[in-house]
Nanobody, 124 residues
Framework: QVQLVESGGGLVLAGGSLRLSCAAS????????MGWFRQAPGKEREFVAAIGISGGSTKLADSVKGRFTISRDNAKNTVYLQMNSLKPEDTAVYYC?????????????????WGQGTQVTVSS
């Protein structure tokens, strides 16, 4: 069992930055690929970023490439999402997720555990 807790969300002006953190408790964090997804009101949950177990493999959605970075610190059982040059369309609840058995999964069905989410609001 893995418990995930996101933090770092908030209200920011367009062009600003935020860093989301996801702290994991439970066993063997380093054996899970980790991902970030987001869900805006009235929309489906969408993939944002994923990182492999060692951090050597990453994947980003096209909409965030060049602006967002995903990283992890296995010693701290934490995964991060650095978000720069934020846009109003980035406004959503951001969810952290853990996946076992895939390298950098991009679909929700390949994730085993989810956090409760953290709200990110980008105002223009």
């Amino acid at each position: 069992q893995v418990q995930l807790v996101e933090s770092g969300g908030g209200l920011v002006l367009a062009g600003g930055s935020l860093r989301l953190s996801c702290a994991a408790s439970g066993r063997a964090f380093s054996s899970y690929a980790m991902g970030w997804f987001r869900q805006a009101p009235g929309k489906e949950r969408e993939f944002v970023a994923a990182i492999g177990i060692s951090g050597g493999s990453t994947k980003l959605a096209d909409s965030v490439k060049g602006r967002f970075t995903i990283s992890r610190d296995n010693a701290k059982n934490t995964v991060y999402l650095q978000m720069n040059s934020l846009k109003p369309e980035d406004t959503a609840v951001y969810y952290c997720a853990a996946s076992r058995g895939y390298v950098v999964p991009v679909t929700t069905g390949r994730y085993d555990y989810w956090g409760q989410g953290t709200q990110v609001t980008v105002s223009s």
